[in-house]
Nanobody, 124 residues
Framework: QIQLVESGGGLVQPGGSLRLSCATS????????IAWFRQAPGKEREGVSC????????YYLDSLKGRFTISRDNAKKTVYLQMNSLKPEDTAVYYC?????????????????WGQGTQVTVSS
């Protein structure tokens, strides 16, 4: 059974930074691609970023390129999402997930293991 636990959310002022962590556990949890999603109030969940374990390929939502950085530490079985220059529109619950594949899927429906989410609020 794979488990994902997010942490690092909180309240930050516009222009600030946060680093989210996704700690994984379970069989082969450090073997799979890990994606970050977010869901803002009243909006659909959207994919934010993903890091493949096959070749280290990284993907970002186009609008976030240059501000968000995903990375992983396999020794710690943890994936990070560094978020800089945060804006109020980044306010959302952030989730990490895996589709038990070494490649990143573009289909949210493929992701069958999810964390509980961590709230990020960007406000002055």
């Amino acid at each position: 059974q794979i488990q994902l636990v997010e942490s690092g959310g909180g309240l930050v002022q516009p222009g600030g930074s946060l680093r989210l962590s996704c700690a994984t556990s379970g069989v082969l949890s450090d073997y799979y691609a890990i994606a970050w999603f977010r869901q803002a109030p009243g909006k659909e969940r959207e994919g934010v970023s993903c890091i493949s374990s096959e070749d280290g390929s990284i993907y970002y939502l186009d609008s976030l390129k240059g501000r968000f950085t995903i990375s992983r530490d396999n020794a710690k079985k943890t994936v990070y999402l560094q978020m800089n220059s945060l804006k109020p529109e980044d306010t959302a619950v952030y989730y990490c997930a895996t589709d038990q594949s070494t490649w990143c899927s573009g289909d949210e429906g493929d992701y069958d293991y999810w964390g509980q989410g961590t709230q990020v609020t960007v406000s002055s």
